[in-house]
Structures are given as C-alpha cells and as structure tokens.
C-alpha cells in the first residue's frame, strides 16, 4: 500500500510538472488569427486601418467590455468582443466589386489634399466598407478591385502569384521594332531593373501610339518610370485585365459586383 501511494505521488508530480510546461507554451491555436486592434476593424469591414486608429485613440472602441486606447493592441477578432459607440462589430459579407476609375481621382479614402477619392465612384450603393486591391496613380485610369476580403486581396498582390496586369498606354512617339525592343530589354531606375512581361504595339499614328504592356508584378508607377527611362512621355495609362478579368464595357466612374465565374478567372 505504501509503495502504491508513493508512486501515485510521483505519478501526480510528473503531471503537475507537466502541466506548468504545457501552461508556459504560447497557445499555438489562437496565434495565427491575433492582430492589432485597428487591423482587425479594418478586416471586419468596419473601415479604414487609419480610421479605426482615430476611433480607438478616441476612445471610442471598446473589447471585451474594457476602453481601448492603444490601436496596436493584440486581439483575435473571431473570438474577442469588439464595440463601437456601444455597438457590436461583426463581420461583413464578403464584397467583390470591379470599379472603372477615372482619370484624376486618388486610391484612398481621405485625402489630405481635398481630391476626389474612387470612393466618389461608390456613393449611394449600399455596401460595407471596402478597400483598393493594389493602387492606380491619379493620372492613371481604368480597372480598379475593392473588396474587404484583406486575404483575397493579399492573395492577389502578392508577387508569387503572378496574377498579370494589362495595360494600354499611349505614348507621345511612335515607336519602330528597334524602339520597341529597347523597351522589353527593361531599363535599370534608382538602382531597381524595371521590366514587363510583354510590351507590343496596338496601333500608331502621327505623333503617338498605343501599346499594351502587360505586368505580373506591382512596383510603384513603373509603367511610367520604364518608358521615362527612355524619354518617352506617358498621355493616357488604362488598365483593362487583371489576370483572366476584362474591364470590358463598365462605364468609367461605374462599379459593379464580380460574378462568382469572375471570380474563378482570378485564381486566387
């Protein structure tokens, strides 16, 4: 009977020891999910990363029942209650939407300068808060995706999935089979090589032409830093395909929702 108790003892030490070092490793399970407070607004489809950082600072965001005044806070928003005003913030349905944008308005939701943003292009329609997939200049026009699906986005920009990108561009020159050759060779800019996928010519006349200049990679304005490489000045720049996705007939300053076969042509 003693040596019985001793080695329940034993037994029973192992597993509290057991225990203290199973209580010392990180919950792998709810890792994954935890992001900062003002991300996490933002994946809700409740708004903007930088509003939801206003709104916390404010005061105005509370989890779990406590006052949160610090944007950059640890949470899980599948399992921490989250409040605005009072009011529960759950999930949005998923948006998809293909937006025409015009030449002249900025890709962000406020602008500190008073221009008009594409979400000029979205008043009136009754829809969650949704963010730009990637960017189009000011002066750039054409093929824009918003959505508040942050890993269907992500999906999309990042650079292992080569998801091409087409343009048409017109050029003030008119460009020979040698010049056009120069172009796909690529040109070295800031110390970064800048390159497409493929650069043909659509049609050319006079002073000017068209080419379609196809990417499958996103750096900042690089249509526009490749060809000024060259001295060749950019007039009109208009995104028309995102991978198997055509802008097809969508009147400018228009959006509309993807199709769910839409949605299949993107692969993501």
């Given at each position: 009977?003693?040596?019985?108790?001793h080695?329940w003892?034993?037994?029973?030490?192992?597993e509290?020891?057991e225990d203290?070092?199973v209580?010392?490793?990180?919950?792998?399970?709810?890792?994954?999910?935890?992001?900062s407070?003002?991300?996490?607004?933002?994946?809700?489809?409740?708004?903007?990363?930088?509003?939801a950082?206003?709104?916390?600072?404010?005061?105005?965001?509370?989890?779990?029942?406590k006052v949160?005044?610090?944007?950059s806070?640890w949470?899980?928003?599948?399992?921490?209650?989250?409040?605005?005003?009072?009011?529960r913030?759950?999930?949005?349905?998923?948006?998809?939407?293909?937006l025409?944008?015009?030449?002249?308005?900025?890709?962000?939701?406020?602008d500190?300068?008073?221009r008009?943003?594409?979400y000029?292009?979205?008043?009136?329609?009754?829809?969650?808060?949704?963010?730009?997939?990637?960017?189009?200049d000011?002066?750039?026009?054409?093929?824009?995706?918003?959505?508040?699906?942050?890993?269907?986005?992500?999906?999309?920009?990042?650079?292992?999935?080569?998801v091409?990108?087409?343009?048409h561009?017109?050029i003030a020159?008119?460009?020979?089979?040698?010049?056009?050759?120069?172009?796909?060779?690529?040109?070295?800019?800031?110390?970064?090589?800048?390159?497409?996928?493929?650069?043909?010519?659509?049609?050319?006349?006079?002073?000017t032409?068209?080419?379609?200049?196809?990417?499958?990679?996103?750096?900042?304005r690089?249509?526009r830093?490749?060809?000024g490489?060259?001295d060749i000045?950019?007039?009109?720049?208009?995104r028309?395909?995102?991978g198997?996705l055509?802008?097809?007939?969508?009147?400018?300053?228009k959006?509309r929702?993807?199709t769910?076969?839409?949605l299949?042509?993107l692969?993501?």
């Amino acid at each position: 009977m003693r040596s019985s108790r001793h080695a329940w003892h034993r037994l029973r030490r192992f597993e509290t020891i057991e225990d203290k070092i199973v209580a010392r490793q990180p919950d792998r399970r709810s890792a994954t999910p935890r992001v900062s407070l003002a991300r996490a607004l933002s994946k809700l489809g409740f708004c903007s990363r930088t509003q939801a950082e206003r709104l916390v600072v404010a005061g105005r965001v509370s989890v779990a029942g406590k006052v949160a005044r610090d944007p950059s806070i640890w949470i899980d928003p599948d399992r921490d209650r989250i409040t605005v005003d009072g009011e529960r913030i759950v999930a949005e349905r998923k948006v998809y939407l293909m937006l025409n944008k015009p030449r002249g308005l900025v890709t962000t939701r406020d602008d500190p300068e008073g221009r008009g943003t594409v979400y000029d292009c979205l008043e009136g329609l009754d829809l969650p808060f949704v963010s730009p997939v990637g960017r189009l200049d000011k002066a750039s026009e054409g093929l824009l995706l918003m959505s508040n699906d942050t890993r269907w986005a992500n999906g999309l920009l990042d650079p292992a999935s080569h998801v091409a990108k087409t343009y048409h561009v017109q050029i003030a020159a008119a460009p020979d089979d040698e010049m056009l050759e120069r172009f796909r060779q690529g040109a070295v800019v800031d110390g970064e090589l800048l390159t497409a996928r493929s650069i043909g010519l659509l049609r050319s006349g006079g002073r000017t032409a068209w080419l379609e200049i196809v990417l499958d990679e996103g750096r900042n304005r690089q249509i526009r830093r490749l060809l000024g490489a060259f001295d060749i000045e950019v007039l009109r720049l208009v995104r028309v395909a995102i991978g198997g996705l055509q802008l097809g007939e969508l009147a400018k300053g228009k959006a509309r929702h993807l199709t769910s076969e839409e949605l299949a042509m993107l692969g993501i």
